[in-house]
């Protein structure tokens, strides 16, 4: 069946990397897509990516793709406090259903 | 672009009795999506309209749950007979075709 995984918690120092990895299982997923949620708020879409590719960078924000091994990171450079947070990866499939199937989510602490 | 809106924000009930949310997605976005998330969980799909037409339910929507989208537009979701289990975060996403789905803040429902 479909599947993500993430790992649950990632410390970091504000102004270094972070990197959120995630694992999913369908291999007919389409699109990989990054949210990032604060307490008690909803979804914020960060990017997304499509299985065609195996990059994609957007501001301080790079997503890496393996299709092979159905691996996808989120790296964000210069991490700040702002950036703590809960980030979920969350694939989809084309093949007829529109749903999209979440990890547990990564919880980021970014410390001064 | 005012976003995806959800109300109510906070619902309480007790057990047994019934609740109504209401989800206005971004306007002219065709699609209308449906998800519960639980405490330390990513949020699993319930239901997808596209206009009014609801497409794809999740075995997650009993019998006690129903959606409609009657003129395409707004949707609504209600949950009959709340148990203690429906306690959750119910989110509403939209999106124009099958591109990236945005989220509304959600609702959150305590059954006491």
């Known amino acids: 069946g479909e599947d993500v995984e993430q790992s649950l918690f990632l410390s970091v120092r504000e102004g270094d990397s972070s990197v959120i990895n995630c694992t999913y299982t369908d291999s007919s997923s389409t699109y990989l897509y990054w949210y990032k949620q604060e307490p008690g708020a909803g979804l914020q879409l960060l990017t997304y ?24 990171s989120l790296r964000i450079a210069d991490t700040q406090t702002g950036d703590s947070a809960i980030y979920f990866c969350a694939s989809r499939s084309d093949t007829g259903f529109q749903k999209l199937v979440f990890g547990t989510g990564t919880r980021l602490l970014v410390s001064p | 672009d005012t976003g995806v809106s959800q109300d109510p924000r906070h619902k309480i009930t007790k057990r047994g009795q019934n609740v109504t949310f209401r989800c206005d997605p971004i306007s002219e976005h065709n699609r209308l999506y449906w998800y519960r998330q639980t405490l330390g969980q990513g949020p699993e799909f319930l239901t997808y309209f596209q206009n009014e037409a609801q497409l794809e339910k999740s075995r997650l929507l009993s019998d006690r749950f129903s959606a409609e989208r009657p003129k395409g537009s707004f949707s609504t979701l209600e949950i009959q007979r709340t148990e203690q289990g429906d306690s959750a975060m119910y989110l509403c996403a939209s999106s124009l075709g099958s591109a990236e789905q945005y989220f509304g803040p959600g609702t959150r429902l305590t059954v006491t």
């Open chain 1, 49 to 72: 990516i499509f299985s065609n590719m195996d990059m994609k960078q957007d501001q301080r924000l790079t997503v890496l793709l393996n299709k092979k091994d159905k691996h996808l």
